[in-house]
C-alpha cells in the first residue's frame, strides 16, 4: 500500500492550507486513516485521525481550526486547514492502517509534506 501527500507549501500566520493524501495498491478496507506532525526537535503527534469505528479525532490544538474529510471511494483523506499559526509549522505525514486484498494488514506512511507558517 502506498500513500501519496500534496499540499503542503508556505503560508502566513492566519492563511489555510489543504493537505491530501491517496492511498493505492491492493486495498480491502481502511480501518484508519489521518495525518501526523513533527516539528524539529519533537516527537511526532497526532494531528487528525478517522477510524471506521470511533469516528473523527483532532488534537486539542488544532479543534476548531482544522477539519479532516474522507472520500471512501477514492480511498483519500484530506486535511483543511485554517487559521494556520506558526506553531502549525511542520512535517505532516500521512497515515494508513487496514487490510490488504491478500488479507493481510497494513500501517503504512506517507513520505511527508513540509508546512511552513511564517511572516
Known amino acids: 500500500v502506498q500513500l501519496v501527500e500534496s499540499g503542503g507549501g508556505l503560508v502566513h500566520p492566519g492563511g489555510s492550507l489543504r493537505l491530501s493524501c491517496a492511498a493505492s495498491?491492493?486495498?480491502?478496507?481502511?480501518?484508519?486513516m489521518g495525518w501526523y506532525r513533527q516539528a524539529p526537535g519533537e516527537q511526532r503527534e497526532l494531528v487528525a485521525r478517522v477510524t471506521s469505528d470511533s469516528g473523527t479525532n483532532y488534537a486539542g490544538s488544532v479543534k476548531g481550526r482544522f477539519t479532516l474529510s474522507r472520500d471512501n471511494a477514492k480511498n483519500t483523506v484530506y486535511l483543511q486547514m485554517n487559521s494556520l499559526k506558526p506553531e502549525d509549522t511542520a512535517v505532516y505525514y500521512c497515515?494508513?492502517?487496514?487490510?490488504?486484498?491478500?488479507?493481510?494488514?497494513?500501517?503504512?506512511w506517507g513520505q511527508g509534506t513540509q508546512v511552513t507558517v511564517s511572516s
Open positions: 497515515n494508513a492502517a487496514g487490510t490488504t486484498g491478500y488479507l493481510r494488514q497494513f500501517d503504512a
Open positions: 495498491g491492493s486495498i480491502f478496507r481502511i480501518n484508519a
